[in-house]
């Protein structure tokens, strides 16, 4: 370790969440990782990229997070888990990135989505990095698993133009397995933001053989249409991108024999939302 590995960073370096990336912030002290989380001034980055076209509307940079609660059994980012994976990063240092780009994002109708893991989890952070980019003019999007959403107030919500939420299956034991947390809390969230007229995508991961049962298919969907503030609905098929983070990590991954989605069963996946209405890709 350099000496300086522990000290907050000022300025983010572009690089791929798909790299394996692990105690990034060994050093700082838990006082520290404390305080960060109850202000917001510091912030624990794993990756952040620039370029992104599948991350919101436009052109994205984006800033994907480290902390997550959940457990899902296709996470492709299973290092960005824990919170200490992540850079440590100043929220003036973000902001100072975001203002570098934000001319170019503009005419890309493009913005800023904070990803992750789960974004939520340095909600302060998330709030305070999300105003600075609308001082800016930036676009503001988020994607959450909607878990912490009650971290956020009313004005929160209203400094992030896009929530994308993770939809990850129906019904409470299937969520429980697939994810290792309550499924209640997501659908609240959801019902709130319809309930503010909030912007929303629905982002959904089809594993065959896990997720793709007719009739939860059909639940979720009427449960997404129902909401009436759900713009579209990302059908993303499972891949195995990530397979080898598990295997690094020495964590038992279950899905090993499983292969992507064929084309025909992501279709039929989208039909079921757009029987419903909703826009489906
Ligand atoms: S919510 Fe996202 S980051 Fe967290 S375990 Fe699931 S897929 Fe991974």
Redesign the pocket.
């Known amino acids: 370790m350099t000496p300086d590995q522990s000290l907050p960073r000022d300025a983010l370096e572009g690089k791929s969440p798909f790299e394996l990336r692990l105690d990034q912030s060994r050093g700082v002290p838990d006082s520290a990782v404390k305080k960060a989380l109850e202000t917001g001034d510091m912030g624990f980055i794993h990756s952040f990229t620039t370029g992104s076209t599948v991350d919101g509307p436009g052109v994205r940079l984006v800033a994907w997070t480290a902390g997550?609660q959940?457990?899902?059994l296709?996470?492709h980012?299973?290092d960005?888990?824990h919170l200490t994976n992540g850079m440590p990063v100043t929220l003036e240092g973000a902001a100072d990135e975001l203002r570098k780009y934000r001319h170019g994002l503009k005419l890309m109708s493009g913005g800023f989505t904070l990803s992750?893991?789960?974004p939520l989890m340095q909600d302060r952070f998330a709030v305070k990095l999300f105003t600075a980019a609308k001082a800016m003019g930036i676009h503001t999007a988020v994607e959450s698993?909607g878990f912490l959403g009650e971290r956020l107030t009313d004005e929160d919500l209203e400094e992030i133009d896009l929530v994308m939420l993770?939809i990850k299956t129906w019904g409470p034991e299937k969520h429980r397995h697939l994810?290792g947390k309550d499924i209640g809390p997501t659908l609240d969230f959801a019902r709130r933001l319809a309930a503010r007229r909030r912007p929303m995508w629905v982002r959904f991961v089809l594993v065959p053989g896990l997720t793709d049962d007719a009739e939860d298919l059909a639940h979720m969907a009427k449960f997404i249409a129902d909401l009436g503030n759900v713009e579209r609905v990302e059908v993303l098929p499972f891949h195995q991108m990530g397979r080898y983070k598990w295997k690094e990590l020495g964590i038992n991954y279950t899905l090993e024999g499983i292969e992507p989605p064929p084309s025909a069963l992501t279709e039929r996946a989208c039909r079921f939302f757009r029987a419903e209405g909703l826009k489906a890709y």
């Open positions: 997550c959940w457990r899902c296709y996470c980012n299973p960005t888990w992750g893991g789960e698993n993770g994810t």
